[in-house]
């Protein structure tokens, strides 16, 4: 028959399943998906596959939606499937989360089924998909002003999910199920013109092919091939260039060399930004379009000591290094009291501080490593707080006589302005301490009469990749 | 004013003139052109332009159309500007070329506009086009499946023409021409909905922005932006890789990199294929989608010998020393009889075959050069044919006894298949005499008793770049 021919083709093409596969068949119980039931039913044998439904029902539509659910349920029990189902609710979610109906329910519906997968250790996700759904995501994703990510539709295969139906039209399924005498569930919420996508389903697409192309759909699928292709070239070299130019990768901070980053094309400009996002774990959806084009145009100015905040937590700034792309100050030093009494040892953001506190017993021998420091713990007390640089802040440096500002002990030093921010300060009640690796404050050094010794040391923890 | 600001800035920030420019400003009349004409005469000092008024009359609409150019001729005295009209016949020409009257309309204003362009010796040619026809252009494009060449839709710069008021909308002219109080002409063809384009503005554009996005034209130019900066990744890409891949351009032929063409992602082997066939000077229109897709799949076989038609001239096919694009045989080495007598040289199809009959008077020295062949005359005669290879073809070669198809000939002495059927076969009505630049026959060579000598020279034109 030649539509589970050519199924059997994609799937193979695209080497969508292999020998033994454990795949998950997402049936709503909608013609699309009962005729993916049966297909792969008929495709059991021939791909050696163990197969099981799975049926995600919303929390919505009142009984249609639990017959939907009893339909699929005793559908599975005729083709001798296991059957599993959750119920979800999408509308609470879409309230909470202000997102779409449909994009609540999508979400949700994908969370499901990944949670599914894992518990049943089953290696694929079926959906029935078909280049009638592939038409319409690339018309709506070109409606709201999408690149070629957008315009590339939904793919065959991303992880997990497949979509062995992306070549058929819904045509061809309807021809199927009637061949085949299937009987499927109308959801009638599909055609209610509120929801977008039925809108471009039933009047758009037909409006469409009326006056301007008849062949819409095969021209649109083309179309995600296209853009499927440019996509992976623009991954390809954006891919590229990320490796040459980043120059520090930690698990929240990444360095990218400014001048090279310039000489891309600004397309590329966006893959590396988005890139470098992506390592950091920084939603996608905190980069529109609006954002990305300020931090393009901020980084073009390349304005050392620029910033501007990508999201409540990461901040992007220009810097002698290049592009500094890191979890905020704020966030990753809390500003925090605590006594040296209390313990000997102190974990705060990325760092580590370590102390003792001894008897003076004889000559103190000082090293070079500014990662330790010997002071006079009768000066220092054990009430300590530790914080991060504010502007104006001021110490007496080591062996000086006068307040410096910090800042300028910064700047003479050529301290990387993004450095500046993340440097612990030790503070006691009786002024700043200790610059945390740099400079410990005159008053709380050493001196002959000192009794008792306090020994810091502060590391980084190891958060390299 | 803030309109004439942004028109000076997307002048300035993609340097679309330049000090003591002279541009031509395309005016039909209509209210777009209107307003670009009063603008320039506003930035005529600013730019210290010199300006002239061009019109074309596309001899359709009858006399509302003559009212247009006596409207625009009036319009540009009053500006105080030179004048230039020209009127095609678009009716016609879209007859003959069997196409669209839209399309037939463009392409001869546009030779028209060039052949003012040349004439007047005028720099650039500024056309009235807005971002509400950026819009509409990148619309019509999707919807015919365009990829990012088409949907990055007009560019303000390309070549000599200029689009300076491409980031101003429709409405922004129309407050513009109304605050200026303009008068301009209304065509009423713009209103008729059989012309798709119009289809696209009145019916198609509106509809979308009620249901799908209010901000659909800002969108739509949004979009011509990213897949602008594609086109130029891709641009890029493909141009290195073309630079890399090709081994050999001459005029009328190219070779291309096998392996390493089949190593690129398939848009990018588009783009080689497409940069390719420009160097030949084979028309673009010869490459659709179907054609392309064929080339790629032929390539993708790399089966030697396989060969294809790109378009009645030009030809793709598969050797040994990767993809051979080339005008055909048949075209390059006409079929051709002529008598030596007659004249002393001929020029066929990228060659210069030259010949002299002298009188035997001593002994005779071979050369191992296989351009320049000696002949018993009284053999050969005077009455030659000039042709290609024809499977089948048999010759004695020199020195041996029997005969051998010129097919094993060229095989054992590994002859590329690319250029064995532009390999010219000089026949006699005795037989094939010489394979041209390879071996004579030998029937044909100089023996004790040959009284006239025959000197063949045959030499491949220099059709190098």
Not at 34 to 52: C, D, H, P, T, Y
Not at 166 to 174: I, M, V
Not at 233 to 252: G, I, T, W
Not at 326 to 351: C, H, T, V, W
Request: glycine share 4%; hydrophobic share 40%; with cysteine.
């Amino acid at each position: 028959m030649a539509l589970l021919e050519k199924v059997t083709r994609l799937i193979r093409d695209n080497q969508l399943i292999t020998d033994r596969d454990k795949v998950l068949l997402a049936v709503s119980g909608g013609l699309d998906s009962v005729a993916l039931l049966r297909i792969f039913s008929q495709l059991k044998g021939r791909f050696n596959l163990e197969l099981a439904v799975v049926h995600i029902h919303h929390g919505i539509r009142g009984s249609a939606a639990d017959e939907d659910l009893d339909f699929v349920k005793c559908l599975s029990h005729d083709y001798n499937l296991l059957f599993y189902a959750k119920k979800v609710n999408s509308k609470a979610f879409a309230k909470s989360q202000k997102l779409s109906p449909e994009e609540s329910a999508r979400i949700l519906r994908y969370q499901a089924f990944e949670e599914f997968l894992q518990k049943l250790k089953f290696s694929k996700l079926a959906t029935a998909h078909t280049a009638s759904d592939q038409a319409e995501t690339v018309l709506d994703h070109f409606l709201r002003g999408s690149g070629s990510l957008g315009l590339r539709g939904m793919q065959k295969k991303r992880g997990i999910y497949i979509r062995p139906l992306l070549e058929l039209t819904r045509e061809d399924l309807e021809q199927y199920v009637k061949e085949n005498k299937l009987i499927f569930r109308h959801d009638s919420s599909n055609e209610d013109l509120k929801f977008r996508r039925n809108r471009i389903r039933h009047e758009l697409i037909p409006y469409l092919k009326e006056h301007f192309n008849p062949n819409l759909v095969e021209t649109l699928n083309r179309t995600a091939c296209i853009f499927s292709e440019t996509e992976s070239v623009l991954e390809a070299v954006s891919e590229k260039a990320y490796r040459s130019l980043v120059s520090l990768q930690k698990k929240n901070e990444i360095i990218v060399e400014i001048d090279g980053f310039l000489g891309y094309f600004r397309v590329v400009q966006k893959y590396i930004l988005f890139r470098a996002c992506q390592a950091l774990e920084i939603n996608r959806n905190d980069l529109n379009f609006d954002k990305v084009d300020k931090l393009l145009s901020i980084i073009a100015q390349k304005k050392v000591g620029k910033r501007i905040d990508i999201n409540q937590d990461f901040q992007l700034s220009i810097d002698h290094d290049g592009i500094i792309i890191k979890r905020k100050a704020s966030e990753q030093i809390p500003q925090m009291k605590f006594d040296l009494l209390d313990s000997n040892a102190l974990k705060f953001g990325g760092y580590e501080l370590k102390w003792s506190i001894t008897k003076r017993e004889e000559a103190v021998e000082f090293n070079k490593n500014r990662q330790i420091e010997l002071l006079d713990f009768d000066k220092t007390g054990s009430n300590l707080r530790l914080r991060t640089f504010h502007p104006g802040d001021r110490f007496i440096p080591l062996n000086f006589k006068g307040q410096k500002k910090i800042a300028d002990y910064f700047s003479d030093r050529k301290i990387p302005h993004h450095l500046r921010e993340v440097t612990p300060i030790l503070e006691s009640p009786a002024g700043i301490v200790w610059l945390c690796g740099h400079c410990i404050d005159n008053r709380f050094k050493v001196r002959e009469e000192t009794n008792r010794l306090l020994k810091l040391e502060i590391k980084e923890s190891s958060n390299e990749f």
